[in-house]
């Protein structure tokens, strides 16, 4: 076995083969960009060297600058993880010429599947299962409109060397072939550097299977199961589950041994995934090999319980297949799903920024969490957007599937805009739920994944009864820490002159205000918003959560309070709240805290009206500050005089920041 590696690879799956290779006792080599001199995997790894500028073509993609490291830092074999280099054949045979082993297939088996065009030959000539198609050479418009005439519509034309779901295009009618072929051949030649294409026969409504394979140096190639990825949006993979809801016994062993016989066509040896197409009545197709460790694999690691990271360095390093065919177990049902700083509603749209909070389930038997970033790390514009891989395992799919459910209501994200919303409605559709879903479907049907921006009412109100407690809870605390914490003054109870315990509060909700009129103290209220009253009783908060019944029903809730914002999940739908100061003269600001304007959230300045030395009165507006794109104006809570003006125009302010005091 090694005693060093290098992972020429960054962010998730870097730390998760490092985590392998620290369970084995080797030490790992880990390479960074300037963007990335301060990720995990390099605080993760043994000892991490620099290679280049934050563009992946000048750093991750730069095979010398990755070879250079391994030499000098004594590393015996280098793990491309997946994506940059990890399918390059150039740079595979680069690192056996150096004398260092490559930790994935030989060069010659991938530059087989460097072409969908040959690698379809070659599977063809192997009896591995194919769709029927065109992939020849003569690529001229004429005999590629005769070709597609003689295998029939619907079909896609699909970029030679493409990958990434870039250069395809469905065809239902020979009227449209040549504009869509034009197009294909445009954003092939673009992305590839190629323009070749190939024609196939496309299949209704498919599924989307995969069967992973290993094979060893020594001749032997074995299946560990499927994976299916039906699941899908503009052909990337969106869900990820293992066993299949589709295949039957006969079906999973028949896609199994045609995996095997065509990782045996090209003389395969480590991790690598057979990728078919499966027709409504269980007819499957061949349609590539990924010839590196998948960003699904995870899923296949729940259900048999083998680590495939540990298996590729031990095949890597001479060593035969740990198991036989017969010896793979399958036990119980993982799904995986991608935590990604996106934006679905504007057409997920990649984020980036700052993880200002990142909860996340906590890891057990159920729930497994691969990360390559903490709170606090910035998801950076120069590479993929994902945040975190969460999968979850149970006895069976349905359980499995309340067990995503549960985790994904774990989850928060504060910073980038984030897919969980998206992913929670996922997760209770019912073309997931009933196991029916195409790889079609979520484009054919998006709407029906994106959020109602109605306004739940019963989250409101839990909202404001969470934000109640959390006052008291504050005020008892400021009391205790007071000079008379026996005074009447400083009990919070809520008590105002001529009105027990009446409070107005106020939340941010995508840009629109929301206020709420409240009464009442120690977990008894009534709540008042858009016009209807509310009883809620026996409230309670604490670390599990917020219970109480509203409205004589007994309800429970998710909280979340820090940072100036306050999450309320019901176990099936999310509320995303920022509370903001609310400036009357019944306030508490009427008292000492009538001295002092704040920003009621973080903002920039706009707009400043008061001068020290101004005689206000209240109400009168004194700043507007822009903040979550809306301008706020912040009024005087009482008459008095100007003390000192502590903001000015096209300042950044923090919450809670005094812009503006009055004299006492």
């Not at 730069?62 to 150039?90: K, T």
């Not at 300045?605 to 005689?615: E, R």
Request: net charge negative; aromatic share 6%; charged share 25%.
């Amino acid at each position: 076995m090694f005693s060093k590696i290098l992972i020429a690879n960054r962010g998730e799956i870097a730390c998760r083969v490092i985590r392998t290779a620290r369970k084995l006792g080797i030490r790992t080599v880990a390479v960074y960009s300037e963007a990335d001199a301060d990720a995990q995997h390099v605080r993760l790894a043994d000892e991490a060297w620099p290679i280049g500028g934050p563009r992946p073509q000048d750093s991750y993609l730069r095979g010398d600058a990755i070879l250079e490291v391994a030499r000098q830092s004594g590393a015996q074999a280098i793990h491309p993880g997946y994506g940059f280099l990890s399918e390059n054949a150039d740079f595979a045979d680069a690192v056996e010429a150096a004398g260092i082993v490559f930790i994935g297939p030989k060069a010659a088996s991938m530059r087989k599947m460097g072409s969908k065009a040959g690698a379809k030959e070659l599977m063809q000539a192997a009896g591995v299962p194919v769709v029927p198609g065109y992939t020849g050479a003569d690529q001229s418009p004429q005999l590629l409109a005769r070709e597609a005439a003689r295998i029939g519509f619907p079909l896609m034309i699909k970029a030679a060397h493409g990958g990434g779901g870039k250069g395809m295009r469905i065809v239902r009618s020979l009227d449209e072939f040549l504009p869509n072929l034009e197009s294909c051949q445009r954003e092939a030649a673009s992305a590839f550097g190629r323009d070749r294409v190939l024609l196939e026969r496309y299949v209704e409504s498919p599924r989307h299977i995969e069967i992973q394979v290993f094979g060893d140096a020594h001749g032997n190639v074995i299946h560990l199961n499927e994976r299916e990825c039906s699941a899908q949006r503009r052909y990337q993979k969106v869900l990820e589950e293992s066993p299949s809801p589709f295949l039957t016994r006969e079906l999973r062993a028949a896609m199994g041994a045609a995996a095997v016989q065509a990782a045996c066509a090209i003389d395969y040896a480590n991790a690598g995934t057979v990728e078919f197409i499966v027709a409504p009545d269980g007819r499957f197709f061949f349609m590539e090999i990924n010839t590196r460790l998948q960003v699904e694999h995870p899923v296949t690691e729940l259900v048999t319980g083998l680590d495939l990271v540990e298996w590729q360095l031990r095949v890597a390093a001479g060593e035969t297949l740990p198991l036989r065919q017969e010896d793979i177990a399958q036990r119980g049902h993982a799904i995986e799903v991608r935590l990604y700083a996106e934006d679905p509603e504007a057409g997920f749209l990649p984020g980036s920024g700052k993880l200002e909070a990142l909860r996340l389930p906590t890891a057990d038997a159920h729930v497994r969490i691969d990360s390559g970033v903490v709170e606090g790390d910035t998801v950076s514009i120069f590479y993929d957007p994902m945040i975190a891989k969460l999968i979850v395992w149970d006895r069976d799919r349905d359980s499995a599937l309340a067990r995503l459910r549960d985790a994904l209501a774990q989850c928060e994200i504060v910073g980038p805009k984030s897919n969980i919303g998206f992913l929670e409605r996922l997760a209770r559709h019912p073309a997931i739920v009933g196991g029916t879903i195409d790889t079609g479907y979520l484009d054919r049907h998006l709407d029906e994944f994106m959020p109602d921006h109605a306004t739940d009412p019963v989250l409101v109100v839990a909202a404001a009864t969470a934000q109640m407690l959390l006052q008291e809870d504050a005020e008892r605390a400021r009391a205790m820490d007071s000079p008379d914490p026996t005074s009447p003054w400083a009990l919070a109870d809520g008590w105002r002159l001529g009105h027990a315990g009446k409070r107005d509060l106020a939340f941010l909700h995508r840009g629109e205000r929301l206020d709420v009129a409240a009464q009442g103290h120690g977990g008894d209220y009534a709540i008042q918003w858009q016009g209807r009253k509310h009883d809620v009783r026996a409230a309670r908060l604490d670390a599990s959560g917020l219970s109480a019944r509203f409205d004589q029903q007994s309800r429970r809730f998710r909280i979340h309070a820090d940072a100036g914002r306050l999450d309320v999940h019901d176990g099936e739908h999310r509320l995303q709240l920022q509370p903001v100061a609310v400036y009357r003269r019944d306030s508490a600001a009427q008292g000492a805290e009538g001295n002092r304007i704040q920003a009621p959230m973080p903002g920039r300045v706009v707009l400043v009206k008061a001068h020290p030395g101004d005689v206000v009165v209240f109400g009168q507006e004194l700043l507007v500050i822009e903040a979550m794109k809306m301008e706020l104006a912040l009024k005087a809570p009482r008459d008095g005089t100007v003390a000192e003006v502590r903001a000015a125009a096209g300042d950044f302010v923090e919450a809670d920041a005094v812009l503006v005091t009055l004299e006492s």
